[in-house]
């Protein structure tokens, strides 16, 4: 609860914060994100709610990194709108969920970088994999891409610290698991960012503000193809 009520602080400063980013926030391995773009195929960022997501795309984008983030709408639309020109006027840019298959595809294409959260509940286009020991559905989206359009994947946190400076930080790209079999391969792929997640999650339970999600509902997991 406590991460919660300090996410809804820091949103409000974003304004103030994004004037003079580098006061507020530090940022650790920025190089991996410029290497991965080296290869001219866009980034992929996966995250989870954990610390302050908005102030993750607002430091990122203070560095010059072209970053983009799926957003899942918010019911009241004068909310939503708000969030949207908050990201806008920040640098970081907004995916409306519908449409961000073929939105993000395109992004990647033009070598930007698409960010991902992966610890909610997914309804569909899903994989079930492990996440603090009972399966979870969890989008596949990060791992096709990795797999048909060979797109670095790098994991992404924002840590919050009380009395200085917050913390940004990328991790190194993840290895590709590639075997022929694409259905094994996204589920193996999918379970190894999962896995990071839970493993930074543990460390810091108080900074995950999904404790209220129902994370774990169960779901019937529909035949995968190459296709979708």
Do not use: C
């Amino acid at each position: 609860m406590t991460g919660m009520v300090d996410f809804f602080f820091e949103v409000i400063n974003i304004p103030k914060i994004a004037k003079n980013s580098g006061k507020f926030i530090e940022t650790h391995g920025e190089e991996y994100v410029w290497k991965a773009l080296e290869e001219k195929k866009g980034l992929i960022l996966v995250l989870a709610h954990f610390g302050n997501w908005e102030l993750m795309g607002v430091a990122a984008a203070a560095k010059g990194i072209p970053i983009h983030a799926i957003g899942k709408p918010v019911k009241n639309p004068f909310i939503y709108n708000y969030i949207k020109r908050l990201r806008g006027s920040t640098g970081l840019r907004n995916i409306d969920r519908k449409g961000a298959v073929k939105k993000t595809i395109q992004l990647l294409k033009e070598n930007q970088v698409v960010a991902v959260l992966l610890d909610a509940h997914a309804k569909s286009g899903f994989v079930n994999v492990d996440f603090f020991g009972r399966q979870a559905a969890t989008f596949r989206f990060p791992a096709m891409l990795a797999l048909k359009y060979g797109t670095p994947i790098i994991p992404t946190f924002y840590y919050r610290e009380r009395d200085k400076r917050s913390i940004l930080a990328f991790g190194e790209p993840f290895p590709l698991i590639q075997t022929g079999d694409f259905q094994a391969d996204l589920t193996a792929n999918t379970q190894q960012y999962v896995a990071t997640l839970e493993h930074e999650i543990r460390k810091r339970p108080s900074d995950w503000t999904l404790w209220g999600h129902n994370r774990w509902r169960q779901e019937a997991v529909q035949p995968l193809s190459e296709e979708n």
